[in-house]
């Protein structure tokens, strides 16, 4: 039998879907079908054929198809999640939890009936809950229900370290841990630059500076855009995701997965190290954490069980 181009959905033809999907075909990673509601199927239609049409100029061959119709994406590899509504100034993002609950809830419904062996990245917010309703939804094992959230809070926190050090991105490496809201979690004493303990290279200080402006790092964007929320470096942290599931890279990624023990959590949602690759998160790493860290991690779970306690009602 031929080989055959992997086929990825992005539900969400918004700021980050609209992205994600350009990013995607830019890459090569497959053929993208990009879905939105009936209501807005012409400019969907639209955007995709207009992406499609910077192929020649790019040099890319992945097809892009604009749709509202859920057929369109049966038998896909991968289902990215974006639909949802955004956070305005002033506004947290669990304040999007009751809408975005029902609007993942019903795409998770299309998604198992049409795609029921994909890989399911969720972005919608508050993702860590959003993460909980599709995998309650979908039915599918917890190493196909799998949260973006870390991956870009690493890469905010990775930016303000390489600024303060004034080196390249490529040299620094850290994670965050936890759920994704002001008291997320970077794990200072695991991260370095060009292998260097960032604690031997930056003041205390600063340190902490870096620390709380990762925690609003999403905040910050969203005042300054005025009316949403970011999507460039969101969109780049699915991608991410997408190739290390469709090439089984097994990058070690944060993503919001299922804990059932891990870091003493039990069915609890929240952002994790892990092994991304062919099978989805094909494994947890547990770190040993110091009291404080323990602390801080706590905190942030109480936060996100919060939000899922909502969504249970
Ligand atoms: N987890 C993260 O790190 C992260 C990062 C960025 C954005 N987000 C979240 O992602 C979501 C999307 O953000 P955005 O900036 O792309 O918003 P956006 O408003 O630009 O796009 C959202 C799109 O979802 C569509 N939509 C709504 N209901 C739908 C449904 N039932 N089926 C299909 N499509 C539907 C809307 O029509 C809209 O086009 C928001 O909830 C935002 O908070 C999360
Ligand atoms: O901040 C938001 O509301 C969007 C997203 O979660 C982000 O961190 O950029």
């Known amino acids: 039998m031929a080989i055959q181009r992997k086929k990825i959905t992005v539900v969400g033809a918004g700021f980050t879907g609209a992205t994600?999907?350009?990013?995607?075909?830019?890459?090569?990673?497959?053929?993208?079908?990009?879905?939105?509601?009936?209501?807005?199927?012409?400019?969907?239609?639209?955007?995709?054929?207009?992406?499609l049409e910077a192929g020649p100029v790019q040099g890319f061959d992945s097809s892009i198809t604009g749709t509202s119709s859920y057929e369109d994406t049966a038998g896909s590899d991968i289902v990215i999640i974006t639909a949802g509504i955004a956070r305005k100034p002033g506004m947290s993002r669990d304040d999007l939890v009751n809408t975005n609950a029902g609007i993942v809830k019903s795409v998770c419904e299309n998604v198992k009936k049409y795609a029921p062996d994909a890989?399911?990245?969720?972005?919608?917010?508050?993702?860590?809950?959003?993460?909980?309703?599709?995998?309650e939804a979908l039915g599918f094992p917890k190493n196909r229900v799998i949260g973006q959230s870390g991956v870009l809070d690493t890469a905010r926190y990775c930016t303000f370290i390489a600024q303060e050090l004034n080196v390249s991105v490529e040299d620094v490496r850290g994670f965050v841990l936890g759920g994704h809201g002001d008291d997320m979690v970077p794990l200072v004493r695991y991260s370095n630059a060009g292998g260097i303990p960032i604690e031997k290279l930056i003041p205390a200080e600063r340190i902490e500076a870096i620390v709380q402006r990762t925690r609003t790092?999403?905040?910050?964007?969203?005042?300054?855009l005025g009316n949403g929320s970011a999507y460039y470096a969101p969109a780049a942290s699915l991608?991410?995701?997408?190739?290390?599931?469709?090439?089984?890279?097994?990058?070690?990624?944060p993503v919001i997965a299922l804990l059932q023990g891990e870091y003493g959590y039990d069915n609890l949602f929240m952002g994790v190290p892990a092994i991304l690759g062919g099978d989805g998160i094909e494994k947890v790493f547990e770190l040993e954490l110091t009291d404080e860290e323990k602390a801080a991690l706590e905190k942030s779970a109480q936060s996100v069980r919060n939000v899922i306690q909502i969504v249970k009602g």
Not at 25 to 49: C, F, R, S
Not at 217 to 224: C, M, R, T, Y
């Open 119 to 135: 890989y399911v990245i969720i972005l919608s917010n508050p993702v860590d809950a959003m993460t909980y309703v599709a995998y």
């Open 20 to 51: 994600t999907a350009l990013m995607l075909a830019q890459k090569e990673l497959g053929d993208v079908v990009l879905v939105d509601i009936p209501q807005l199927e012409n400019p969907t239609k639209g955007k995709a054929l207009d992406m």
């Open 239 to 253: 991608v991410q995701m997408t190739e290390a599931i469709l090439k089984d890279k097994k990058r070690i990624l």
């Open 217 to 224: 790092g999403g905040g910050e964007i969203v005042n300054l």
